[in-house]
Nanobody, 124 residues
Framework: QVQLVESGGGLVQAGASLRLSCAAS????????MGWFRQAPGKEREFVAA????????YYADSVKGRFTISRDNAKNTVYLQMNTLKPEDTAVYYC?????????????????WGQGTQVTVSS
């Protein structure tokens, strides 16, 4: 069993940056692909970014490409989401997800573990 705990959310102005962290328990973290998803009020949860077990494969949603960077530190059992040039439309609860596979994917249903989420609010 893997537990995921997100941190780093907050309230910022448009154009600012935030870095989200997701700390994972368990010895097999390095074998898991990881992803970030988000859910805005009144909307379905959507894919943001994903990273393979080694970091060799990375995927982004078009809406965040060029502004967000996903990375991982397997020695620290942590995955990060660096968010730059934030926009009001980035406001959402951000969820970290883990997949019992080394292969990254943008398909929500293929993730096995989820964190509790962290709120990101971007004011205009």
């Amino acid at each position: 069993q893997v537990q995921l705990v997100e941190s780093g959310g907050g309230l910022v102005q448009a154009g600012a940056s935030l870095r989200l962290s997701c700390a994972a328990s368990g010895r097999t973290f390095s074998a898991y692909a990881m992803g970030w998803f988000r859910q805005a009020p009144g909307k379905e949860r959507e894919f943001v970014a994903a990273i393979s077990w080694s970091g060799g494969r990375i995927y982004y949603a078009d809406s965040v490409k060029g502004r967000f960077t996903i990375s991982r530190d397997n020695a620290k059992n942590t995955v990060y989401l660096q968010m730059n040039t934030l926009k009001p439309e980035d406001t959402a609860v951000y969820y970290c997800a883990g997949r019992r596979s080394t292969v990254a994917t943008d398909v929500e249903a293929q993730y096995d573990y989820w964190g509790q989420g962290t709120q990101v609010t971007v004011s205009s």
